[in-house]
């Protein structure tokens, strides 16, 4: 799992940065002579708005819709966007994210302090209006498998 904060700077998107992380990942994998494909996730912050509420709560925030770059612990780390716009917005966002596209799972990071209710509808609203264009759907088959492993 590749959370929303990485200890590099090159001047390359995060997205990016974490695309170059897990296919280095796949490959030590696969050159380490497992037979079967390791499962990858990456995290984001995505906030639909989809009601006035959304767009009060989570509406364009200078500085958030983009990565931004800082020092922590001495190395300079790259923080990942955090994606707050319409749905249609959100589902070219996310499909131009490099990571997002090279991960089985995108995990959303969302803000616990707000409470239940609006957890689920963040949830809800990620999982109506946005998942089903990325490619998701409801498991109702059992466990999920990663993608099959292919010679570099």
């Known amino acids: 799992m590749s ?26 994998f696969r050159e380490a002579g497992h037979t079967h494909a390791p499962r990858v996730s990456v995290s984001r912050s995505v ?10 709560l989570f509406g364009a925030r200078p ?15 790259t923080f990942g ?13 996310l499909q131009a994210d490099a990571a997002v596209q090279a991960a089985d799972t995108l995990m959303l990071t969302i803000p616990s302090q707000a409470g239940v209710d609006l957890n689920l509808h963040i949830l809800e609203s990620f999982a109506t209006h946005v998942a089903p264009a990325l490619g998701w759907a409801p498991n109702t088959e059992g466990p ?3 993608d099959p492993v292919h010679p570099l």
């Not at 929303?4 to 490959?27: H, N, V, W």
């Not at 906030?47 to 009060?56: K, L, S």
């Not at 500085?63 to 780390?77: P, T």
């Not at 966007?81 to 917005?89: I, V």
Request: glycine share 10%.
């Open 3 to 28: 959370s929303t904060l990485l200890t590099e700077a090159t001047g390359a998107s995060f997205g990016d940065l974490q695309a170059e992380q897990i296919e280095r990942y796949r490959a030590a």
């Open 47 to 56: 906030f639909p708005i989809v009601t006035e509420q959304d767009r009060m």
């Open 63 to 77: 500085g958030e819709s983009a990565d931004q770059v800082g020092i922590i612990d001495g190395h300079r780390s």
């Open 81 to 93: 966007r955090t994606y707050t716009g319409e749905p249609d917005q959100l589902i070219e966002q």
């Open 144 to 146: 999920v498998q990663g």
